[in-house]
C-alpha cells in the first residue's frame, strides 16, 4: 500500500499550552500537550492514531492543519517546508483537510449544505457557478442526492449525514490528506461502517492519505495500514498495523490493545489492563513518561528518557526494554531473583 | 454507496426555509409580541403623522384653559400647564422620545457590534487591550455618564443623542465580544480557516449570521433604557429645549401641576412606559422566537 514516499514529515513537533495566573498573567505552568513528535506519513495510506483521552491526539491534528501554532518544530509537505516561499500555508491548507467529530458544530448552521461545501472553493478563487456543480458532484459522490439535500441545513440532516457533507466539504479543495479526527465515533456502528466504506471508496478514487485518529482500537486496526500509539504527548511505538496489534512491543501498546473487549467470550480479560488515570500533563513524569502505570518498569525507567528507534522491521518504539543498551532491569525480576 | 444508480424517480430539489424566515414565522404567531408591535406602530406612524393626527397646534395654548382635566371639551386629555393640548403635544412628544430611544441604540449596534466582533475573532492582545478600554465606560452607571457626557458637551438634541450613543456602545460590545468569541472556537470556523480564508471573509461569510441575530435581540432591549435616559436628560435641561414637546421634557414641566391635576401631569410618563414595555415585550418576543434549534 505504502510506497515509502513520506508526503508529510513532521520533525521534533512541540506544543505547550501555558496556564497563566497571578495578576500579571504570568506564565506559571505549561501543559505538555505534544512533547517532541516525530512522524512520516507516506503517500497513500491510513495512520492510524490511538492513545487515551488527552495524550495528545487531536492537538497533533490541529498541529498538522496548522490550525494553532507549533512552539517548536518543522512540518514538510512533499519535501518542502510549510509556511515557506516554496509552500506558502494558503497553498499548503488546500492539501490537507479536516473532518472533525462534531458534525453539527463543524457546519454552520446559517448557511444550506451546498454553501457550506461550496465555501472553501470559493475562497481559492472558484467561479460560483463551477464551485456550485463541483458541490453538486461530491454531494452525490458522498451518498446523497442534491436534488433532496443542497438546499437544507445542517440541523435538518442525521449524523451520519452531516459527517458525509463533512467529507464532501473536506474533499472540495481536492486535498491529498485528509486527517479524521474521531470522525466516525459520534456515529452509530451501522452507520459508522457506512462512513468507513464510503472513506475507502473515496480513498481508492482520489488516491488520498489518511490519518485516521480514534480511540475505538478495533476501527483503527479494520482501517490503517501503520498505526501510531501515542501517550501523554510523545509517540510510544509506531509500525505496521498487523504487526503492532499482533506483538506490540511497547507495555502501554500491549496493555491498551489487551483493554480492547474481545469478540470471544471466553477469552475475556477480567483484570483491567491499566488502572488509574494517565498523569497529569502539566507535571509529566521524568524518564519515561509511562514508568508509573508500567508492569514492567525497571530502575532506569524514571531516569532516563527513552528515544524512539527501529528495533523491528518498520517498527519503532521508545522504551527501555528493548534497548540492550540502556541498563534496563525489570523491577519485578530483580525482586525475584533477590 | 456505490448503488445510488437505483432508478429513483427525479426529486423537486428541496429548498428549506432559512432560519429568519422560520423566525419570523414563530414572532407572527406569538400574541404579546405582536400586541406590543401593534402599539409600538401606531405611536410610530401617528408620531409621523402628527400634523395631520393632531387635533391641535402643540405649542399654542390659552392660559384661560390650563390645567383642564382629562375628558374636557376640545381636550379629550386635558390641557397643561399653558393650556396646550395634551393630546396633540402627546402625539408631537413622539417624535423626539421616539428619535432619542431609537437612533442611539441603532448608532451603537453598529458600533459595538463591530467593536465587539473584531475583539473577539482577533482574540488575544488586541481582545485584552479593547476590552478593557470598553470596560473604562462600562465602570461609570449609565445615567451619570449620560448625564456627565451632555453636561460636558452642552445642552441640546444632537448631543444628547451622541452621549446616549456612547453610553450603550460598551453593553452591545460586551455583549458581541462574548457571542463572537463563544462562536470562534467552533469546528466550522476552523474548518474554514484550514480551507485558507482569511479573517475578513470568515467575519463575512461565518460570523456575522450568526452574532448579529443575538446582539439584535440585546440591542433591541436597550431602546427602552434609552428612551428612560433621554427622558432623564430632556427632565434635567440637557436635551429638548422647550417648548418642543418631548415626554421627558413634558413630564418635568408638568411636575408643580401635579396636585392640581395629577392624572394629566402623569401622561407623559404613561407614554413613556406604555412604549418601553413594548419594546421590551418585543425584544423578549424576538429572543424566544430566534431560540430554535438550527
Known amino acids: 500500500m505504502s510506497t515509502e514516499n513520506a508526503i508529510l514529515t513532521v520533525r521534533n513537533l512541540r506544543k505547550y499550552f501555558p496556564i497563566k495566573g497571578g495578576i500579571l498573567g504570568k506564565t506559571i505552568k505549561n501543559v505538555h500537550a505534544v512533547d517532541g513528535v516525530d512522524l512520516e506519513v507516506f503517500q497513500g495510506e491510513t495512520l492510524g492514531v490511538v492513545g487515551e483521552s488527552g495524550c495528545g491526539k487531536s492537538t497533533t491534528a490541529r498541529l498538522l492543519m496548522q490550525l494553532i501554532e507549533p512552539d517548536e518544530g518543522a512540518l514538510y509537505f512533499e519535501g518542502k517546508l510549510v509556511g515557506s516561499p516554496e509552500l506558502p500555508l494558503k497553498a499548503f491548507r488546500r492539501q490537507v483537510q479536516m473532518v472533525f467529530q462534531d458534525s453539527y458544530s463543524s457546519l454552520n448552521p446559517r448557511l444550506t449544505i451546498e454553501d457550506n461545501i461550496a465555501f472553501g472553493a470559493r475562497v481559492h478563487g472558484t467561479p460560483a457557478r463551477e464551485a456550485l456543480s463541483r458541490t453538486h ?28 457533507v463533512n467529507i464532501a466539504r473536506a474533499l472540495a479543495l481536492r486535498p491529498k490528506i485528509i486527517i479524521l479526527d474521531e470522525a466516525v465515533s459520534a456515529l452509530d456502528k451501522s452507520v459508522e461502517a457506512q462512513v468507513l466504506n464510503l472513506l475507502a471508496d473515496l480513498k481508492a478514487e482520489f488516491g488520498l492519505t489518511y490519518v485516521f485518529i480514534s480511540h475505538d482500537l478495533n476501527v483503527v486496526r479494520f482501517v490503517s495500514d501503520r498505526v501510531m500509539v501515542m501517550y501523554l504527548g510523545k509517540v510510544a511505538e509506531i509500525g505496521d498495523a498487523e504487526a503492532l496489534y499482533a506483538t506490540p512491543l511497547h507495555p502501554y501498546s500491549g496493555a491498551l490493545l489487551s483493554s480492547m473487549p474481545s469478540m470471544d467470550p471466553d477469552n475475556r480479560t477480567m483484570e483491567p489492563a491499566l488502572t488509574g488515570d494517565p498523569p497529569n500533563p502539566i507535571d509529566p513524569p521524568t524518564g519515561c513518561r509511562f514508568h508509573t502505570r508500567c508492569s514492567v518498569v525497571g530502575a532506569v525507567c524514571s531516569q532516563k528518557e527513552p528515544t524512539l528507534t527501529q528495533r523491528a522491521a518498520k517498527h519503532l518504539v521508545a522504551c527501555h526494554a528493548h534497548d540492550p543498551a540502556s541498563g534496563y532491569v525489570a523491577l519485578k525480576a530483580k525482586e525475584a531473583a533477590e | 454507496m456505490a448503488d445510488i444508480a437505483i432508478a429513483t424517480p ?39 403623522f402628527a400634523p395631520i393626527v393632531a387635533p391641535m397646534d402643540p405649542l399654542q395654548g390659552r392660559l384661560i384653559n390650563r390645567l383642564q382635566p382629562i375628558g374636557s371639551e376640545g381636550h379629550i386629555l386635558g390641557t397643561d400647564e399653558l393650556g396646550r393640548d395634551m393630546l396633540s403635544r402627546l402625539i408631537w412628544g413622539g417624535r423626539l422620545s421616539l428619535l432619542m430611544g431609537v437612533t442611539p441604540v441603532v448608532l451603537a449596534f453598529f458600533i459595538g457590534s463591530a467593536i465587539g466582533i473584531i475583539a473577539g475573532y482577533a482574540g488575544g492582545w488586541t481582545n485584552t487591550l479593547i476590552m478593557r478600554t470598553v470596560d473604562i465606560f462600562y465602570a461609570f452607571p449609565s445615567v451619570l455618564l449620560a448625564v456627565a457626557l451632555s453636561g460636558a458637551l452642552g445642552a441640546g438634541l444632537g448631543n444628547a443623542l ?16 462574548s457571542v463572537t468569541t463563544r462562536l470562534r472556537s467552533s469546528d466550522f470556523i476552523e474548518a474554514a480557516r484550514a480551507s485558507g480564508a482569511g479573517a475578513l471573509t470568515i467575519v463575512r461569510v461565518h460570523v456575522l449570521g450568526n452574532v448579529l441575530g443575538p446582539i439584535f435581540v440585546y440591542a433591541t432591549s436597550l431602546i427602552a433604557v434609552s428612551m428612560i435616559l433621554a427622558s432623564g436628560l430632556s427632565f434635567l435641561g440637557l436635551g429638548v429645549r422647550p417648548p418642543n414637546p418631548e415626554w421627558g421634557l413634558m413630564l418635568n414641566t408638568l411636575r408643580t401641576a401635579i396636585y392640581a391635576q395629577p392624572w394629566v401631569a ?5 407614554m413613556i412606559f406604555l412604549v418601553s414595555i413594548s419594546f421590551n415585550l418585543l425584544s423578549d418576543g424576538l429572543r424566544s422566537a430566534m431560540e430554535v434549534r438550527q
Not at chain 2, 23 to 34: H, P, Y
Not at chain 2, 266 to 270: D, F, I, K, T
Request: positive net charge.
Open chain 2, 162 to 177: 451622541l452621549s446616549l450613543t456612547v453610553v450603550f456602545i460598551p453593553p452591545i460590545a460586551r455583549v458581541a465580544e
Open chain 2, 266 to 270: 402623569a401622561l407623559p410618563g404613561a
Open chain 2, 10 to 48: 427525479p426529486v423537486e430539489p428541496v429548498r428549506s426555509a432559512g432560519y429568519w424566515q422560520n423566525v419570523g414565522k414563530r414572532l407572527i404567531r406569538d400574541k404579546t409580541a405582536m400586541a406590543a408591535a401593534a402599539v409600538l406602530a401606531l405611536i410610530t406612524l401617528a408620531a409621523i
Open chain 1, 137 to 164: 458532484d461530491l454531494l452525490t459522490r458522498v451518498g446523497l442526492d442534491p436534488a433532496r439535500f443542497a438546499g437544507r441545513y445542517p440541523h435538518e440532516l442525521s449524523g451520519g449525514q452531516r459527517q458525509r
